[in-house]
């Protein structure tokens, strides 16, 4: 890895790109410190510090890289964004007409863009409007009034759409996905204060054995998160494919042989980001109307809390993280089955003339590649039920509260193997033209 960048910063045009993307990255980073007007910026660190419900909010923190804790102008970040992007995901399963775009090419992607690019700003508007009325009644605003409420809601939905910009230009023109880069960044910005915090709370004041100890642990466990991770994104299951030979003009073709890559972890980190949203949201909800959480519904809110699961003297509340598996391995199966159709897939291979060796075309090809498949998510959910579980398993029995969870871990391996498959495709397809322009 470390020598394909070293590559990439020797060609000029790769070199460029790099550069425009860390200077898009500073923008933001930049951005994320200026306060919305009007804002109380404390709000949020005194209730952070006050809600033993909190978690709630800790992802959508870490997503927005501290944003939403500073109340800056990019408060509500890339989140709408992606949230945007799930939704027209899901709906093209249910309107035909959204199918048939995706599958009209060029011209259909860019339509698609463009309603997803509608929907997040419709999005944005939503929450700056529930945060701004919300937060803003229970002191979020210096004065709670019609202007600074319209204030709130404009700067937030403004930050997030030109947020939503950089992240299109980087991809144009930088590295990477730039919505992904983005999200990356915001994560790892998160990183060194967590880090910090863990050392105060497990390491400073203890004795040299018991400090060493407690380090090596944090270190032992987060790095088999990270290792756990890259075995997820980069396992595959190989199914062969041959093609049958055929007369085509006056040459035969075909008659080859390939294979079609079936990832262990197919879903990605979909599962846990819906798994995740499920069971906060009525926490979230509660909060934003000011709900002190008291009676049968703060007991029942208690059992969605992660900040509850794994508790020793509140083992009741486990039966949340228990929801939380079950929720984990059906948004597994779910998402899969709505990404990869294996009856398409089937049908596309009988068509060319491909067959799996031993298993006749068409509808038992596609009964065996669902066979294979069941197999194969079930080993992706349970390691990414193990990536996500052990953040709270630490968090219930040691009160480690960081950032970087199963979930942001996923995100950034993903990300940075991503961009350096891209950087590498980058510089193959400079050498062929080199090659050629040779020729």
Known sequence: MFDTVKKAFQIKEIRAKIFFTFLMLVVIRFASQLPVPGVDRDYFSR???AQQSSDAFSLFDAFTGG???????LALNITPYITSSIIIQLLTIAIPKLEELQKEGEEGRKMMVSITRYVTVALSLIEATAMAIGFGRQGLLEKYNFINVITVIFVLTAGSAFLMWIGERITDRGVGNGISIVLTINIISRIPADVVNLFKQFVSGKNIAK??????IIIAVIVAMVVLVILLNSAERHIPV???RKMQGRRMVGGNSTHIPLRVNTAGVMPIIFASSLMEFPVIISQLVGYSGQGWWGEFLKYLSSSYWCRPSQIKYSIGLLVYIALLIFFA??????TFNPIEIADNMKKQGGFIPGIRPGRPTSEYLNKILGYIIFI??????????????????FNANVSFGGTSLIIVVSVVLETIKQIESMMMVRNYKGFLSEK
């Open 380 to 397: 992706g959910a349970v390691g990414l039920t193990i990536v996500g579980i052990i953040p709270f398993i630490f968090r219930g029995l």
């Open 211 to 216: 400090g060493t100890l407690a380090s090596v």
């Open 47 to 49: 209730w952070f510090a």
């Open 242 to 244: 041959q093609y049958t």
């Open 67 to 73: 944003s939403f804790l500073n109340m800056s102008v």
């Open 333 to 338: 199966y779910f998402y899969t089955s709505i």
